[in-house]
Each structure stands twice: as C-alpha cells, then as structure tokens.
C-alpha cells in the first residue's frame, strides 16, 4: 500500500522526488512559480498539479484527488525569504509570507491529513510576528495545529548531509499528527560519513566556459554517490537516460572574472581575495574588474574537494565555484550537490534570468530552493513507519 501525499509550495518536485523513492504517491501539488510548474509537470506527470497562489486553492479542486478516508501526509514548506538570515535586510520584512503555514493547516484539514510535516530554515525559530514584539511565529504555527486538532507534534533541525546529500545544509522541520499515542521522532541519520564535493561531481566531465559546448556524456570515474544519483531503479523513474548526461552546459564568464577565478584557492571566496590583496595592488585589480568595488561575502567561494559544499541555494550560480576549474557550476553539478537523480529534467525556465522576479525562477534559482531529495527519502522512510503505526491502532 503507497502512502498518499499533497506537495503544497511543491517548487520543482525536490520533496516528491525523495517520497516518490520511498514509496508514496503524491495525489496533489500546489506551486506559484509558474517555471516550476513545468518543471515538476515534468518529472511527475501522475501528480494533479493546481498552478496557483495557494491562499486561492479551493476544496472543490483537492476534494476530488483525495482518497476516502483522506490524505496520509501534507508537507509545507513555505517560502523562506522571510526568515532567512542570509541577506542583511531578508529578517526586516512583515508580511504575509510568515503566515503561509496557515494554508498548509487549512489543505491538511480538507483533506483530512493524518500528519502534516513543515520545512523551513532554522531562523523560523527566532522570527517574530511583528517588530518588536515577542511571540514568535513558530509558536502561532504550534497553537493553529492545536485548535486544527493536530496536538501530537515534535521539532527537529535536521542536516541535510548527515542523510547523504553532499551539502551543509540544516533545515527546521514540525511534524505534526492528530494520534496522541504516536512517538514522533526524526528519521535516523543514513550515512556517518559526509559524501565530499568530489565524490558528488564524479563522474561529470569539465566544459569549458564561453565555449557554448555542453557536454552528454560521462567520464568513467565513480563513486557511490554518483552510482546512486544515475540509478534509475532506485528513484523509481521509469526512463532510459542512464548513459545520457543533461543540463551541463558551461556558462558565459568575462576574462576579468576568468583571473578572479584563478585567484581562489579551494575553501576561498571574495572576501579572502579582498583581504590578501589590499592598497594599490587591489585597486588595480578593480580597476581591470578582476575583482569588484563592493566585498560579497557569500560570493565566488571555491568548492573544497574533498569536503561537503556549503548551502546551496538560489544564488548558486553566484556564490560557488568549481573546485577544480576556474568556472562556475553547471545546472548538473549543482543539481547532483543538491541530490536530484541525473534523470531529473530541468524543464521550467530559462537557464538564466535577473533574480528579481518572483514570477519566473530559473533552472540554478529552482534547484537552490529546492528540498534535497535524499533527505525527502529519509523522511519518506521513517514516515512510512509512523503511519503503519498510526494505521495498526
């Protein structure tokens, strides 16, 4: 029996992709972006997709998805901008984002969910409701699942690379169910050893950047990770694309960008470049443009081998280079740091657009946003248990 599923603010299928492998069937997803959409269309084109603001979502347009007897799980992972500490302004903003938990509640009592599990970035845990004031948002999130019946629920922040994924990435999550005898606990970690940049990049060949040559086929180097991430079976993706490489296409840099590149050294970003080169010596490398008027801290950093990437997220394209190759990642590369299967089509989207439109993410912006998919699994399998649990009773 698969346990059935409703994927609100879906973004392009990352939380699908991970439950699809554990077992579920997703009956419903609810996303905004319309590139996501297409992307998501896809890759899971059993899924009844509603394209839509979810505030607007209906009941006459989930009732008839959902089973007799209701929908297994609900996840909810609402946008992250308002809580994330990643922007010096990103944690000032008030405003109807920080209550979108209310419309996963509100799908999850249609459908008369028996578990409902949140995601979001840890700094959800210390955002207010308003300026200057003390209740904070999670605690409004744990009083509504109370008045929704929802009373069973436990918190975790969880990383993403104690799961396999080859990414330092921590994640808040809220799992919550009507059943008061349920044990709630996270999934148990499925790997003591972090999958390094290197093992997860294995496999994919270097492209040359402004050459406008992608690259289809695979080296002959392997690896555990990249065995997994090109197996098929495994995702449960019925399509032959095993010996096909997809989205690896170089990117476009300026030869003033080239050199800055080649300054890096593996675990360095801009910030270091800004602090060896001081005086005269940097202003003449800003004059030619190697390096910018204005220090990003979180910008060009060198991928370190043979450790775990940072967070990658939807500035990706910006923030990260290549360990090994004076270039930014391609579309697979981060994609396969994320853990979407190489199987997963990007579909939605340009490669590339100005991130300033909350109407169109771009292929690097969507995987950014993403959940990574072996930690969706990991959830997938340890929820499978619970609800085992909760259907014996």
Not at 55 to 84: A, K
Not at 186 to 207: I, R, W, Y
Not at 246 to 266: I, V
Not at 347 to 362: C, F, K, M, S, T
Request: some cysteine; aromatic content about 10%.
């Amino acid at each position: 029996m698969a346990f059935t599923h409703i994927d609100c603010f879906s973004g392009p299928g990352g939380i699908c992709t991970g439950l699809h492998a554990a077992g579920f069937d997703t009956k419903i997803a609810i996303e905004y972006i319309k590139s996501c959409v297409d992307t998501y269309a896809a890759n899971h084109p059993s899924v009844h997709i509603i394209h839509s603001d979810i505030r607007n979502v209906t009941s006459e347009q989930l009732l008839p998805y959902i089973p007799e007897g209701g929908i297994d799980l609900v996840t909810s992972g609402m946008p992250c901008e308002t809580f994330s500490t990643a922007g010096n302004t990103s944690r000032s903003f008030y405003d109807d984002r920080q209550f979108l938990f209310r419309e996963g509640i509100r799908i999850a009592k249609i459908a008369n969910a028996k578990m409902i599990l949140f995601e979001n970035v840890p700094a959800i845990t210390t955002k207010t409701a308003e300026k200057n004031s003390s209740q904070l948002i999670v605690d409004i999130l744990k009083n509504e699942l109370e008045e929704s019946g929802y009373t069973n629920y436990e918190e975790f922040i969880l990383n993403a690379v104690d799961y396999g994924v080859p990414q330092k990435r921590s994640r808040f999550f809220i799992l919550a169910t009507k059943d008061q005898n349920l044990k709630l606990s996270p999934p148990e970690a499925t790997s003591d050893k972090a999958v390094t940049v290197k093992e997860a990049l294995c496999g994919l060949p270097n492209v040359v950047p402004n050459s406008d040559a992608e690259k289809k086929s695979y080296t002959r180097a392997k690896s555990d990770y990249a065995d997994l991430m090109r197996n098929n079976e495994f995702w449960k993706i019925d399509t032959d694309t095993a010996n096909t490489l997809s989205y690896h296409m170089p990117m476009r840099h300026r030869a003033c960008t080239l050199e800055r590149f080649a300054l890096l050294k593996q675990g360095e970003s801009l910030k270091n470049l800004f602090e060896r080169y001081v005086g005269a010596e940097r202003e003449k490398l800003q004059e030619r443009r190697v390096l910018p008027k204005k220090m990003f801290i979180k910008r060009n950093y060198r991928l370190k081998s043979n450790a775990p990437s940072p967070t990658v997220t939807s500035h990706c394209l910006d923030e990260f280079v290549h360990p090994k190759y004076d270039r930014a990642l391609t579309v697979r590369e981060c994609a396969r740091l994320q853990s979407f299967p190489d199987a997963y089509d990007f579909a939605g989207g340009p490669y590339l657009v100005p991130h300033i439109d909350r109407e169109v993410q771009d292929k690097y912006e969507q995987i950014g946003d993403a959940v990574p998919p072996l930690l969706a699994y990991a959830w997938g399998i340890k929820l499978s248990k619970l609800l085992m649990e909760y259907c014996d009773e």
